[in-house]
């Protein structure tokens, strides 16, 4: 899935350093996420210590007391253009990747991949699929309505209004 972005890389990826539960959630609605009790709250703002990200680093997906092994691992990061995030367990059953594709100098592709590898058995199969593709479909173009809404809404502030969001989350 992919949406355009109208800012360039460098206004959306401290937005992507800042993905996981311990960070900045996911920017998707709120509302579903919350349905399965994740206790998801999206920042409006960039923070500062969120923008320390590395690869081998973990990622979480949930509450560390409630998802324990709800975690991705970041094994790709090139600033302004890719985070490539995958589970931790070999092989990996799910890589999910962010890459920014600049179009001018004043917007942006974001495109989102997601893939998985499912059981063998046919029936877990299908129904893995007729449940996880309607749902990934919509928290995924709700993660890039989102990222966008940002990334442009930061883009329009002048800059002393930023640098006062900033400070008072910190």
């Not at 699929?129 to 966008?148: E, H, I, K, N």
Request: aromatic fraction near 8%; include cysteine.
């Amino acid at each position: 899935m992919a949406i355009t972005i109208d800012v360039p890389s460098n206004a959306i990826w401290p937005w992507l350093r800042q993905l996981g539960q311990e960070r900045d959630r996911f920017y998707s609605y709120e509302w579903a996420e919350n349905l399965v009790v994740l206790d998801i709250h999206s920042a409006d703002c960039i923070v500062p210590e969120w923008q320390d990200l590395a690869v081998g680093d973990t990622n979480r997906l949930g509450q560390a007391d409630r998802f324990p092994d709800a975690t991705l691992e970041v094994v790709k990061l090139n600033p302004e253009w890719a985070l490539v995030l995958r589970t931790p367990d070999e092989p990996a059953w799910w890589v999910w990747s962010f890459v920014l594709e600049p179009l001018d100098d004043r917007a942006t592709r974001l495109l989102v991949r997601s893939r998985n590898r499912l059981p063998a058995n046919p029936a877990v199969r299908i129904g893995a699929r007729s449940v996880l593709d309607p749902v990934t479909f919509l928290m995924t173009y709700g993660m890039l309505r989102g990222l966008q809404e940002r990334a442009e809404r930061l883009a329009e502030q002048p800059t002393s209004q930023v640098s006062s969001e900033r400070g008072a989350r910190m």
